[in-house]
């Protein structure tokens, strides 16, 4: 009989129609496969029953989290190579059943059954979120979410994004990603003060910062440019954190940090609002609400600044569906919209849009810093979640920074203005020298 890795591979060329561009290592040992490939390790036969349940990329994230699945050699090469053998990937891409239609994809799928052995369906791992009815992003929901996201430890947090405890891309002046000072932290300044000259924030202003994290805007903008600055975050573990840092700072009189819905702030007006990182949990449905809580914030001449992820738009929008790995793994109900759809919407809000910068090669660079920080502590970022968080968080990284390198998603700053009554914006007549 062949060794469990030609068969496998068999089956995956029968599935493809093509050949199989990685090597396989399955758990007999066995190998197959190009020479010099990056190599898909299969540990067990369990990996196989979960992409039989769950074909395409949930069944891969499940194995993948679960330890099913591993990767060796080079990792972005590995996730690049298997973004193509996933059938849903893509609108010109055959789907699960156009392919079962071919005899050949039917041999495959009943060898595979076959060497799979039971035909039980493993529970998923303990990091996923159960599936659930659609939430309009309610306010319960919307901790529930952030909650899944970001409290999983400010130790883990700090391994992965370094001193500068920003969770957003670094702003790089130089193609080879080196900043002023060549490092991500200099890079993540150089955002924090590049967000804060758009603002054209000046001491004695006021500043609401939504979706604060662990306040490193916050604590930037009044250091440097002498703002009073309220943070918003519905994570209790980001906002301990933020508060002491403000607090070792010494900046207590000048940033109050809140676990608080952006909808439920009533003190406004502000003169400024930044919003970096956030609007990806709000929800399409809730997006014009979102906008126009903003715009009442702010005082006439007031400027946002929002910070958003954004992908490609689709030719049929009505078919647009949520990532499977993402919403179950990373972000529950994040949504991602065009960028053209987010300034019409801030314009509906009654915004005017002045500026829209791309930044998307700076999140790619950005997030490869991530990831090196995690592998190169992964032990202890293992033990401070889980093995399987880890692993997540790995996997999630490495393929953003791939999506963004090939301009799958992208990710913008949009400034607005909320102009007087007589139209005044109170912006230089030159674009980009902000103040």
Not at 49 to 56: A, E, M, T, Y
Not at 83 to 98: F, H, I, K, Q, Y
Not at 175 to 182: D, E
Not at 366 to 372: A, D, E, F, G, P
Request: charged share 25%; net charge neutral; glycine share 10%.
């Amino acid at each position: 009989m062949p060794e469990a890795a030609s068969r496998l591979q068999s089956f995956a060329e029968q599935l493809l129609g093509a050949p199989l561009p990685m090597r396989i290592r399955a758990w007999d040992g066995s190998e197959a496969g190009p020479p010099g490939a990056p190599t898909l390790v299969v540990r067990n036969r369990r990996a196989l029953r979960r992409l039989l349940w769950k074909p395409g990329e949930l069944g891969l994230a499940r194995a993948w989290v679960a330890g099913d699945l591993d990767i060796e050699g080079d990792f972005y090469a590995a996730l690049d190579l298997l973004s193509g053998l996933v059938w849903e990937r893509g609108e010109d891409a055959r789907t699960l059943t156009e392919a079962l239609r071919e005899p050949e994809v039917r041999a495959a799928v009943r060898g595979l059954v076959k060497i799979a052995g039971l035909p039980l369906p493993p529970a998923p791992p303990r990091e996923e979120v159960p599936r659930r009815r659609r939430h309009l992003h309610t306010k319960r929901t919307d901790k529930r979410a952030v909650s899944h996201h970001y409290d999983v430890g400010n130790d883990f947090y700090e391994i992965v994004l370094g001193p500068s405890m920003v969770y957003s891309c670094a702003y790089w002046d130089a193609p080879g990603g080196t900043s002023g000072s060549g490092t991500l932290e200099g890079a993540q300044r150089d955002k924090l003060d590049l967000v804060c000259r758009k603002l054209a924030l000046t001491p004695g202003l006021r500043l609401l910062d939504v979706g604060c994290g662990w306040g490193s805007l916050a604590i930037h903008a009044a250091r440097e440019h002498g703002v009073h600055v309220v943070g918003v975050t519905l994570s209790q573990e980001q906002a301990a954190y933020a508060r002491k840092r403000v607090a070792d700072q010494g900046l207590t009189d000048r940033v109050e940090i809140r676990v608080q819905d952006y909808r439920d702030v009533t003190d406004g007006p502000f003169d400024a609002v930044s919003s970096v990182g956030m609007a990806e949990h709000v929800g399409s449905e809730q997006y014009l609400t979102y906008a126009r809580d903003l715009y009442a914030l702010l005082k006439p001449g007031g400027r946002l600044l929002n910070h958003q992820i954004a992908r490609r738009p689709h030719a049929d929008e009505d078919a647009y569906t949520l990532d499977g790995f993402i919403d179950a793994y990373v972000f529950p109900d994040g949504e991602l919209e065009p960028i053209g759809t987010t300034v019409t919407q801030l314009e509906r809000a009654g915004f005017e849009v002045r500026d829209v910068e791309s930044i998307r090669e700076h999140y790619a660079l950005t997030l490869r810093q991530w990831v090196t920080n995690l592998e190169g502590d992964w032990a202890r970022a293992q033990q401070l979640t889980s093995p399987g968080r880890a692993r997540v968080w790995r996997l999630y990284m490495a393929a953003s920074a791939l999506a963004f390198e090939h301009n799958r998603i992208g990710v913008n700053q949009v400034l607005a203005v909320r102009t007087s009554g007589e139209g005044d914006s109170g912006m230089p007549l030159r674009a980009r020298t902000w103040n």
